[in-house]
């Protein structure tokens, strides 16, 4: 079974300071990996995915993440956190081993960011 | 294009009750889902489909139901309501690049 895990559930970062949320995943098959953001009182939203080409994948809003398989990461970074980055981040991974293409998504961390 | 529709958008349920969840997109996507998220645990999948007339259970299906007539439409059905389903419901619908398209999700509160 495929898990994920998001270290730390809150995260406190100063407006221009580099944003970093962490998952590591476990998968016995080669996995697709995505970041989903959720704004307030609204559904996830697609920041990126990695799909076995790039390891450095470029989303929206600046956001990007790397796929390390030697450390079973994919780590969410922006350079220069804004006030609209504040919402909760969740990492998922997508079981291609199973029919009806499954996500299995991390418990979330929720950021706020300090002016 | 209006991608995954919910309604209602907030519901409050006596215990013992039932409803139905509507969800509907208009992507043409064969596969469907319906998680629910409570707070701090991420979300969780309760049932999903590939196609119309095709359902299975997810990881937390007990106490739902599901049907998939249409392509584009998938209701959660809810029998017998408790304290322990009160969450936020998401229904989503997936691409073939295995992007997950969520609607804006339903507040149910069950007392």
């Known amino acids: 079974a495929q898990s994920v895990t998001q270290l730390g559930s809150h995260v406190s970062v100063s407006e221009g300071a580099l944003v970093l949320l962490r998952c590591n995943y476990s998968?016995?098959?080669?996995?697709?990996l995505f970041w989903y953001v959720q704004y307030p009182n609204q559904g996830l939203q697609l920041l990126l995915k990695?799909?076995?080409?790039?390891?450095l994948v470029k989303g929206i809003n600046g956001f990007e993440a790397e796929f390390k398989k030697s450390e079973t990461s994919f780590h969410l970074t922006k350079p220069s956190a804004h006030m609209s980055d504040a919402a909760e981040y969740f990492c998922?991974?997508?079981?291609?081993?199973?029919?009806?293409?499954?996500?299995?998504f991390g418990g979330g961390t929720r950021v706020l960011v300090k002016p | 294009n209006a991608g995954v529709t919910q309604t209602p958008k907030f519901r409050i349920l006596k215990i013992g009750q039932s409803m139905t969840l509507q969800c509907t997109q208009d992507?043409?996507?064969?596969?469907m889902y319906w998680y629910r998220q409570d707070p701090g645990m991420g979300l969780k999948l309760i049932y999903y489909?590939?196609?119309?007339?095709?359902?299975d259970k997810g990881e937390v299906p007990n106490g739902y139901n599901v049907s998939r007539s249409t392509t584009e439409d998938f209701p959660l059905r809810l029998e017998l309501a408790a304290p322990s389903q009160t969450s936020v419901y998401f229904c989503?619908?997936?691409?073939?690049?295995?992007?997950?398209?969520f609607g804006p999700g339903t507040r149910l509160t069950v007392l």
């Open positions: 989503a619908s997936s691409d073939p690049t295995d992007t997950q398209y």
């Open positions: 998968s016995s098959v080669p996995p697709y």
């Open positions: 990695y799909t076995s080409a790039a390891t």
């Open positions: 998922a991974v997508s079981d291609l081993s199973a029919a009806g293409n499954k996500l299995t």
């Open positions: 992507m043409n996507h064969n596969y």
């Open positions: 489909s590939v196609g119309a007339g095709i359902t």
